[in-house]
């Protein structure tokens, strides 16, 4: 799918970052699109590395307040310990899986 190649990816902390709203403002209909594609897939890819578990974990955690971070450390203390670890294992599953 030509929304999941490497280039045409928004940069984890956009998708972090960006909520309904903001995305009506300023992004295009297909960029809202391409924006939910790859926020599933980045849930998917977080479900196939821990698990529900892990993942009822990690959204427990920003839930309470902690940075995206400090979630992913608490969560995946073994596998994902920031975003920039997240973001590339994300990358490799993405380009490996096609």
């Not at 799918?1 to 992004?27: F, V």
């Not at 294992?89 to 993405?94: D, F, P």
Request: net charge negative.
């Amino acid at each position: 799918m030509e929304i999941l190649w490497k280039d045409r990816l928004l940069p984890l902390k956009d998708l972090a970052a960006t909520d309904g709203e903001c995305l009506q403002e300023r992004m295009s209909l297909r960029s809202v699109w391409e924006f939910y594609i790859q926020a599933l897939s980045l849930v998917d890819f977080m479900l196939v590395t821990g698990g529900e578990s892990d993942f009822e974990k990690f959204c427990r955690h920003l839930r309470k307040g902690k940075s995206l971070n400090e979630a992913l450390r608490f969560s995946y203390p073994t596998s994902i310990r920031s975003t920039e670890e997240l973001e590339k294992k994300w990358v490799r599953y993405i380009t490996e899986g096609e």
